[in-house]
């Protein structure tokens, strides 16, 4: 087993901070529609075994912009459909010609089994509940667009915690630039374990607690059909945990609400939050392209 | 043909001169030379001492000489499975690791679980260079639900039953199983798994498993389960429970109580420690490195530090290796759809000085033991597990002070699915020999 190649980015728990700090600078100089092409002639395969639009799109404008050739391979439709293994099709993309691999997997480690073979960098788009990395990064790009820094910045966290890999990405990188971040939700999408994964995490199962005094209010999608098999009910759980406009005003007054998608409105939260003058969860999107272009500058050493 | 009697005719007398012997069965522990003669413990006898004279000799100056290590635990994938390891390649791998009798998992394709299956096995047309005790089926295709014929498996050279890989875990058939094992004098094995509560799970649940987002094992599905066999066991007199590979703290407890003087009167109740489970932690998995990959899965801090409180204090009868090799294309996959299992063979005696002698200051006796007389008893090995005048001539020498490095490209085993490749180690098998004759011996 060897190393990954030099910029991939596999999750932001093996990132150093300068690192992330780099990335979020390098974004701000992102403009895709007066990009640079730094990245002609480069050959980027997306490789998707799941589901996605906004990660998907973003990467796919955020290369293009760059002047990067794209690949779309999905698992329905290739050789991944006749059994192919991760492995192999890792092997023939690069014989293809791939000059970088962006990737989101069903598994846990799906990226890291390719980049561990392969000489080119591999960029994880969403790794089972692992990482989802390019969603932190442009999520803290969001956040300085409207705070100062990230210096005592409390962020509540709510929703499944436990099957999120936004969530433990997120975790990552505001830990380590110094935030202090509150996990909410049920035990069984929070468990105790949480707390460990980085310092200066808490898990609080009261909403209320959560949100007093917060300045950034992150929320996840909750899944239905992972509900079923749960104590908590559908009801239940909005009861206790949807962001609701009588919510937010626990929450300091220039607080953000920010959500990766897919929304569900009337679930996680309402329309009236999610529309509303705090929201962000649109311009998170937005976000992404420049970030991403970043991301991809980076692996291929085009990061001046 | 020659008979059993004149093949052993065969093989010349072997003095084993200038060692140290530790023979924890008979409580030795002093210099002493061993003649072996006929396939049998010819005579013990304090350095230039002995009487009888033997064809060869065997040079064991500053070595020590043991009885032959029973291995309780491998799987040698024959039937059906040649392409991950034979007989042939498995035992010769046993051999380099100092094991002269290794019991083998019955979870083969297809499932051990006949007469036929188990003369199979114990064929000399397989090629074995040291003993081979099959354990077969307990129930029918390891399903957890009709029962094997215990009485015919055993006739046939079956040494105990089980159903490893999976449990079972239906209480009746569990009870049913041990009540017949109890008329047998046969050891019931159980792998203790709650598998209602670890599908999907491909390692310990813990932090680790957390922030790999990988779903976890509790520790519970292992320990309610030989929670609930050592009180099924308690029940009938005679009835003789072996928990397999434990890995936690709460599942040791459960033996404890297995083993209280009060409930030895009824049933026994022993296990197994592998020396992954002594050696490595959880969060040795490192990125999703499938190498690390086995179950029970590596555990937290906490349950090692009780399997090597339990190794130390006597509670461990065996320590069992749990070989389970696995093809690349079977590892090289993602974390979750990676095979369960490693190789471990080779390993296992160096693990046990690195670990257990020289790091946690284990006595090498205690050592000696549990991969002699600890393992012999457990299933009742007549006439092996110790070198007692007469018995069997399995004996592994070794030198515990030897440092070396593991490569697992030089294994002998087929597959090299193990975590310990590159690692320095201390102790080193120098001969195996089974039966009188040399099965191994260090380049």
Request: hydrophobic fraction near 45%; charged fraction near 25%.
């Amino acid at each position: 087993m060897n190393k990954a190649a030099r910029g991939s980015l596999l999750g932001i728990e093996q990132l150093e901070d300068k690192e992330i700090l780099g990335l979020l600078k390098l974004a701000r100089r992102m403009n895709p529609l007066k990009a640079r092409p730094l990245l002609r002639n480069k050959r980027i395969v997306l490789l998707f075994y799941e589901a996605s639009t906004r990660t998907r799109s973003s990467f796919e404008v955020a290369a293009k912009s760059l002047g990067a050739v794209t690949i779309l391979v999905l698992s329905s439709g290739s050789s991944i459909e006749k059994g192919e293994s991760l492995l192999d099709t890792g092997y023939t993309l690069r014989a293809v010609g791939a000059d970088a691999i962006v990737i989101r997997h069903p598994s846990a480690g799906g990226p890291h089994l390719i980049a561990h073979h392969l000489d080119i960098p591999v960029i994880n788009a969403g790794d089972g509940m692992h990482e989802h990395p390019s969603q932190a990064l442009l999520d803290a790009f969001t956040i300085l667009k409207h705070k100062k820094s990230f210096k005592g910045l409390q962020v509540a966290i709510i929703g499944d915690i436990f099957h999120s890999r936004v969530a433990r990405s997120a975790c990552h990188l505001l830990s380590r630039l110094g935030a202090k971040v509150i996990l909410c939700g049920p035990t069984e999408m929070v468990p105790e374990v949480a707390a460990t994964l980085a310092p200066g995490l808490r898990v609080t199962r009261h909403i209320e607690e959560a949100l007093r005094g917060t300045d950034v209010v992150m929320l996840l999608r909750v899944q239905k059909e992972r509900l079923a098999g749960q104590k908590i009910g559908l009801q239940d759980y909005i009861a206790r945990y949807q962001m609701s406009a009588a919510r937010l005003k626990l929450a300091k007054r220039d607080a953000i609400v920010m959500h990766p998608g897919p929304i569900i409105r009337g679930l996680e939260l309402t329309s009236e939050v999610m529309d509303g003058a705090q929201s962000v969860v649109i311009e998170e999107v937005h976000n992404g392209v420049p970030v991403r272009m970043a991301i991809l500058a980076r692996a291929l050493g085009k990061a001046k | 043909m020659l008979s059993a009697k004149n093949q052993r005719r065969e093989i010349p007398s072997l003095l084993i001169k200038g060692g140290h012997l530790i023979d924890p069965a008979e409580k030795i522990n002093a210099p002493m030379d061993v003649l072996l003669r006929e396939g049998r413990v010819a005579e013990i006898a304090l350095p230039n001492k002995m009487r009888g004279s033997a064809e060869e000799k065997l040079d064991a100056r500053g070595l020590i000489v043991a009885p032959g290590f029973i291995d309780l635990h491998v799987h040698l994938r024959e039937p059906g499975q040649s392409y991950k390891e034979t007989i042939a390649t498995g035992t010769a791998a046993a051999a380099a690791g100092g094991f002269t009798s290794v019991c083998t998992m019955p979870n083969t394709a297809p499932v051990v679980d006949t007469d036929e299956w188990v003369a199979w096995l114990r064929s000399p047309e397989r090629g074995a260079v040291v003993n081979v005790f099959p354990i077969a089926a307990a129930t029918r295709s390891s399903r957890g639900a009709a029962l094997t014929d215990f009485a015919a498996l055993q006739r046939a050279g079956a040494v105990a039953v089980t159903d490893d890989g999976k449990p079972i875990l239906d209480d009746e058939v569990m009870r049913t199983a041990l009540r017949l094992g109890a008329e047998l004098n046969l050891t019931v094995v159980q792998h203790a798994e709650d598998t209602r509560l670890t599908e999907g799970c491909s390692m310990h649940e813990g932090p680790t498993s957390f922030r790999l987002g990988l779903h976890g094992m509790s520790a519970a599905a292992e320990a309610s389960v030989v929670d609930r066999d050592v009180n099924l066991a308690q029940q009938i007199r005679e009835s003789r429970l072996h928990v397999a590979h434990l890995s936690t703290s709460e599942a040791l407890k459960a033996v404890r109580r297995g083993k209280r003087a009060k409930a030895r009167v009824t049933c026994r109740v022993t296990c197994e420690i592998t020396p992954h489970h002594f050696t490595l932690l959880d969060e040795d998995v490192g990125e999703y490195n499938t190498n690390f990959k086995m179950n029970p899965p590596l555990r937290s801090a906490t349950d090692r530090e009780a399997i090597l409180v339990a190794l130390a204090d006597g509670t461990v009868d065996a320590i069992a290796t749990d070989h389970a090799p696995h093809a690349l294309h079977e590892k090289q996959v993602e974390f979750e759809r990676a095979a369960f299992g490693i190789t471990g063979l080779e390993t296992a005696l160096a693990l046990a000085i690195t670990k257990l002698h020289r790091e946690h200051k284990i006595p090498l006796t205690r050592i000696v033991e549990l991969f002699t007389a600890g393992p012999a008893s457990v299933f009742d090995l007549r006439s092996r597990g110790s070198l007692a005048r007469g018995n069997f001539a399995d004996v592994t020498v070794f030198d515990p002070r030897k440092r070396w490095t593991f490569e697992a490209a030089k294994s002998r085993s087929l597959s090299h699915n193990t975590p310990f490749d590159g690692w320095q180690l201390t102790g080193k098998v120098v001969t195996t020999i089974v039966g009188g004759k040399i099965a191994y011996r260090a380049d």
